[in-house]
């Protein structure tokens, strides 16, 4: 039985030489930890002798002090009687809009397309989840070009062809899925709703798509797996760790829990500047800092909290290891020219996915969709093309841009941010809704195109003269009136 601890007793241990953290009802003795804490001891510090669980839920698995503590830093249960009720914090300017939006926002049914979500989301988003999820390196110049690149290709629709009957069908790694589409690993699902991943996990088996796990999920892997219905297939996303034992026992766990493809992210050996997000300081007490002298979090934001285990070492050779550790297949997700992806396939790999990460880390790299024609003669060159799987990501906000990658020799792609801006707005059922819009839009593509199955569509069907030459016609209006820069008097909030 674990002692019962007064809340007095627990506010005492309140410092960086004796620190004392209440996580969902348990007493943790942090003190040892301090250092080792990923984003920095400050966040710590800030609820020692206190109860942190507000601020860890959201971006931290339930399971993670079991799995990456000893368990002799839980000291007991507080004794819930000792408890004072919180003392209600008066919400700010920000937060009171914010509850307004949340109230009044449209009914699910009126939302009409992935820009529709984004709308919503930017208003009913805590501003540190809107920061996360929709912030992109630098400038982000590479986040707008994702979607500004594929305006650039038009399409050459067909006449007079059976279309009454249409199919969009189609397999990823083997696997069965309705649509050329499946879910990308997006870290932090539960900044942007309660139940996080699994919302995703349960839309990806009402609409037979799959779903991408990310390492770096909110949820436990556990309880994602746990979601999955009636054999449902998912795709695992793996950051590296330094530490090849823990990489090698996720790898493992992910394959016997029925993972049907190793995702290894290789765009991000240090993470971008994503500034919006870093603007955001998940730990902003200066009061503390000066306290610790700890600077190094102080620009810190989610996403540079949460990925300092990854390893900058990783290299070609190492997915020899991969291979002999696993029977997944492997992708590579983040290839980003046609060299690398000719390499992929000659390790071995049987996917890669054409992706920047969202423009989440270099700005002024490409998009997806333009490094996919050279990618495909590269693989032709080498008669690689129907060894090796090809996905895209980045940017896809309608099904004509799905279309466009299928066209162009994708076998599927990826969406990030537009679900996970359902998932934040409406739950499972917005993932659900901005699915079937998506299918609706296929459905309607395919038929004005004149390709009734995924097979007939083929390069023939659009025209990419204008591709890389990175001179987009059509303003890309939706994108500019959704992503807000730092706010100043001279500039301020829209
Ligand atoms: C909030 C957010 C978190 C992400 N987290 C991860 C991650 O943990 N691992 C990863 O490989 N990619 C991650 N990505 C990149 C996505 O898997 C995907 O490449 C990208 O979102 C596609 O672009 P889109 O958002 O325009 O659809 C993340 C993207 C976003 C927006």
Request: charged share 25%; net charge neutral; aromatic share 6%.
């Amino acid at each position: 039985m674990a002692p019962l601890i007064s809340a007095a007793e627990v506010a005492k241990h309140n410092n960086k030489g004796d620190c004392w953290v209440i996580l969902n009802g348990d007493v943790y003795d942090l003190t040892n930890f301090l250092p080792e804490h990923p984003a920095g001891a400050n966040i710590i510090l800030k609820y020692a002798g206190k109860d942190g669980s507000k601020a860890f839920n959201p971006i931290h698995p339930s399971d993670i002090i079991q799995k990456l503590l000893p368990a002799k830093v839980r000291v007991g249960k507080v004794d819930p009687a000792t408890l004072k009720a919180e003392a209600a914090e008066k919400p700010s300017e920000e937060e009171l809009q914010r509850q307004k939006a949340e109230s009044s926002k449209p009914p699910l049914s009126q939302m009409l397309n992935m820009w529709d979500f984004e709308a919503v989301a930017k208003q009913v988003l805590k501003k540190e989840a809107w920061a996360y999820y929709s912030s992109g390196a630098d400038d982000e110049i590479t986040l707008r070009e994702n979607h500004a690149a594929f305006g650039r290709i038009w399409l050459k629709p067909r006449i007079l062809i059976d279309v009454a009957k249409i199919d969009m069908s189609t397999t990823i790694l083997g696997q069965k899925s309705s649509i050329p589409l499946y879910i990308s690993a997006t870290a932090l699902g539960r900044l942007g709703h309660p139940d996080g991943e699994c919302n995703l996990t349960r839309a990806a088996h009402t609409h037979d798509i799959i779903q991408m796990i990310p390492t770096l999920a909110s949820c436990t892997f556990d309880e994602i797996r746990g979601a999955a219905r009636n054999g449902q297939h998912q795709f695992f996303q793996l950051y590296v760790n330094k530490d090849r034992k823990i990489t090698e026992a996720v790898v493992r766990k992910a394959e016997a829990a029925g993972c049907k493809g190793l995702f290894i992210t290789v765009d991000a050996p240090q993470l971008g500047r994503r500034e919006k997000d870093m603007r955001m300081k998940f730990d902003d007490d200066s009061a503390i800092q000066k306290e610790t002298g700890d600077r190094v979090d102080r620009n810190q934001g989610a996403a540079r909290a949460i990925s300092s285990f990854i390893d900058p070492a990783l290299k070609w050779d190492d997915i020899k290891w991969f291979k002999s550790i696993t029977k997944m297949p492997i992708v590579l997700k983040g290839v980003q020219c046609a060299e690398d992806a000719v390499l992929a396939y000659q390790y071995g790999c049987q996917g890669v996915v054409l992706s920047n990460h969202g423009g989440r880390q270099l700005d002024w790299s490409r998009s997806g969709i333009e490094i996919l024609p050279e990618v495909m003669a590269a693989l032709d060159a080498v008669g690689a093309r129907d060894k090796l799987e090809v996905y895209v990501d980045g940017g896809v906000r309608r099904a004509t841009d799905i279309f466009k990658a299928v066209a162009l020799g994708a076998k599927a792609v990826g969406i990030g941010r537009p679900l996970l801006y359902a998932m934040s707005s409406y739950g499972q059922a917005g993932v659900e809704r901005a699915l079937d819009l998506l299918k609706d839009e296929m459905e309607m593509t395919m038929r004005l195109m004149g390709t009734p199955t995924i097979k007939d569509i083929t390069r023939s069907h659009v025209i990419t003269d204008n591709l890389n030459k990175h001179i987009s016609v059509v303003e890309d209006f939706s994108m500019n009136s959704v992503y807000d820069r730092l706010s100043t008097s001279a500039n301020p909030k829209l």
